[in-house]
């Protein structure tokens, strides 16, 4: 299982971080409407996926959880590149493995660049250059 934090609609703000129909995303919006004569507060929030860029659109009571992805952000070497692949290594556990280049960033990353690379929900993706 994935790392997951609990945490109501209430303690999110634009740019956290929350499980979206079973993805992690950043929130882009959130909407308070207040409560009518026998129902609840409710919360709409928007997202756009880490790993996808879809935008997703929730609607939830105030008083219901929502999960959080734990989000680790480390550091690697690039040990080399094959096409939009570099294998690079972690800084800490020496651990060596693939991470797909971003689109942005292919003209930069080259063998011996420090990079960093996020681990959402056993999921590793390059962020960007070190030093940037």
């Known amino acids: 299982m994935a790392e997951v934090k609990l945490t109501t609609p209430s303690t999110l703000q ?3 971080y929350v499980l979206l129909e079973g993805a992690p995303c950043r929130v882009s919006d ?9 129902g609840h507060a409710k919360y709409r929030i928007s997202g756009v996926g880490l790993l996808d ?3 997703r659109i929730v609607v939830m009571p105030g008083h219901d959880t929502v999960e959080s992805p734990i989000i680790e952000k480390k550091n690697a070497q690039v040990l080399s590149v094959t096409g939009d692949v570099a294998n690079v290594m972690d800084a800490e556990t020496y651990e060596t493995f693939d ?25 590793k993706i390059m962020k960007q250059l070190k030093g940037e």
Request: charge should be positive.
């Open 53 to 55: 860029e879809k935008k």
């Open 30 to 38: 959130i909407q308070f409407s207040k409560p009518g004569k026998h």
């Open 99 to 123: 991470l797909k280049i971003p689109e942005e960033l292919k003209a930069t990353v080259t063998d011996g660049v420090s990079v960093v690379y996020w681990g959402i929900m056993d999921v």
């Open 14 to 16: 634009k740019g956290s």
